[in-house]
């Protein structure tokens, strides 16, 4: 009996990880530019009044910066418009590596910016019909 409710136990508790690693946003971060990128410095939101709408992170890895902006579930739904992110790496000569993706794409990563001997800042942008919206990470050097 009690190897029985053991098993099952250990059957549930396989069953709900599982679940919960499918319901896991990581794969919301895969560079599709290099293999291995580490998030460095705090996550900055874009936002419409007092409503997160995408969120903006910076990376490092492959010998570059990475910008990433990633456009959140509740605007999608609730935008059928066009709309665009965009994403660059910012220095104190200006913005680098700049990138905005087509309409209604998700995420967007930057190109990779040949910038980490320098202080930067992931910089994110959403633009859509009736408004826009803009935001920088805080500074890594």
């Known amino acids: 009996m009690f190897v029985r409710i053991a098993g099952t136990v250990g059957t549930a508790a396989l069953v709900i990880g599982a679940l919960l690693g499918i319901a896991s946003p990581a794969n919301a971060e895969t560079n599709p530019h290099c293999g291995r990128v580490d998030k460095i410095g705090s996550t900055a939101y874009i936002k419409s009044g007092s409503t997160t709408i995408a969120s ?20 999608r739904s609730s935008h059928s418009g066009t709309w665009w992110a965009c994403s660059g790496v910012s220095t104190s000569g200006g913005l680098q590596d700049y990138k905005c993706g087509g309409n209604h794409q998700v995420e967007v990563w930057s190109s990779g910016a040949n910038t980490l001997s320098v202080c930067t800042k992931a910089y994110g942008q959403l633009e859509w019909s009736n408004g826009e919206g803009s935001t920088a990470t805080d500074r890594q050097c």
Not at 57 to 74: D, L, R
């Open 56 to 75: 903006v992170k910076q990376f490092k890895g492959c010998n570059k910066n990475w910008s990433y902006t990633y456009v959140w579930e509740g605007f």
